[in-house]
């Protein structure tokens, strides 16, 4: 078992390489490729051509791309993803500030969606064809049919302006709280942590409704491929033996058909998560969230190269440490998986 999991490892990380020096080169090109000129912008709209032509030397601009891309290189290698013009900040301390508010989203929003999607699922695929199947279904084609911009904005419409039910939607924390020490970046462990639940339930209430925005688009593909993979066990042999044998039906739903099922689940639930972590970007502008999917958009905006290739490059390797966690989930739930391998 740890044979087989410590070669899952190195085969995942091995093959992520070219991957992510894939993702560097098409990120630099593309960066470079944007319209608009970096130097101009930020010197100003009064500024002259020789100003002009100091910002961009001072930016390194000024140098052919194969010695910009070089000099990209050596910085990556050193632990330097630049600085942000926009901020002032070093890249590296505005995706370390950043990130945990954007983790934080997704992972209250794939809770949610897992809490709802799961239960459908199942019941879905237990009872084919019927009023509850079909309510499933045009729930999750609502929930990826809907743009999140558009849920967001409905939701704070009814829940804030029409009910008054849910805090204005202005980012992590009402303008009464002060941030709780940071420990891990998540207000709501940091405030657990601090023992002060007045801040935490302060916190809950502003991250549920961008939470439930965002978990309703990735509520569908759950809730379907849990039917589905559902569907697919309970008409397989093994599940007809365990009922002829008289064993009860929680037991042969949960412990034989649900577990089987998991494996599909499991590849999706990964796939949403990375999807919504780097796509989040239009639930952070409308509920103001501090993430780095805004934080992504302001630099695309001015043109800022040095963010861009972070953020990018942040998510590539989030994406790639994730797919690693998957395949070890995959051989808790599967040994088969590990002997495979």
Avoid: C
């Avoid at 010695?67 to 990209?72: A, D, G, K, T, V």
């Avoid at 969606?113 to 009023?131: C, D, Q, V, Y």
């Avoid at 970007?281 to 934080?295: D, N, T």
Wanted: glycine content about 8%.
């Amino acid at each position: 078992m740890a044979h087989s999991t410590g070669k899952i490892i190195g085969q995942r990380i091995l093959g992520a390489i070219p991957s992510v020096i894939g993702v560097i080169i098409v990120t630099f090109v593309l960066t470079r490729a944007l319209p608009g000129d970096p130097a101009a912008f930020f010197a100003g709209p009064a500024a002259t051509a020789e100003a002009i032509e100091e910002v961009r030397a001072n930016l390194g601009l000024d140098k052919t791309l194969p010695e910009q891309f070089f000099l990209y290189l050596g910085d990556l290698v050193r632990g330097d993803l630049g600085t942000s013009l926009t901020t002032g900040q070093t890249v590296v301390y505005d995706l370390m500030t950043r990130l945990p508010a954007s983790l934080e989203l997704t992972l209250a929003g794939l809770v949610f969606a897992i809490a709802l999607a799961l239960p459908l699922g199942i019941l879905a695929a237990t009872k084919p064809n019927s009023w509850i199947d079909h309510g499933v279904r045009l729930l999750a084609t609502a929930g990826v049919s809907l743009p999140t911009f558009f849920t967001g904005l409905f939701l704070i419409y009814v829940l804030y302006y029409k009910m008054g039910v849910v805090p204005a939607p202005l980012g992590r924390l009402d303008i009464l709280y002060s941030a709780p020490p940071k420990i891990t970046g998540l207000y709501l462990i940091d405030s657990l942590l601090a023992g002060d639940l007045e801040l935490f339930w302060a916190a809950a209430s502003q991250l549920f409704l961008p939470a439930v925005t965002l978990g309703l688009f990735a509520l569908a593909p759950l809730a379907r491929v849990t039917r589905a993979s559902m569907l697919g066990m309970l008409s397989s042999d093994f599940i007809r033996t365990a009922r002829a044998s008289g064993l009860p039906p929680r037991q042969v739903l949960f412990g034989y058909a649900f577990r089987n099922a998991m494996l599909p689940v499991i590849t999706t639930l990964g796939v949403v998560f990375s999807f919504l972590l780097g796509a989040n970007i239009l639930v952070e502008k409308v509920f103001a969230w501090p993430g780095i999917g805004s934080y992504a958009v302001e630099a695309l905006v001015a043109s800022d190269y040095a963010p861009i290739q972070g953020f990018i490059l942040t998510m590539a390797l989030l994406y790639v440490v994730l797919n690693l966690l998957i395949d070890l989930l995959y051989v808790v739930i599967d040994p088969r998986a590990g002997v495979d391998a």
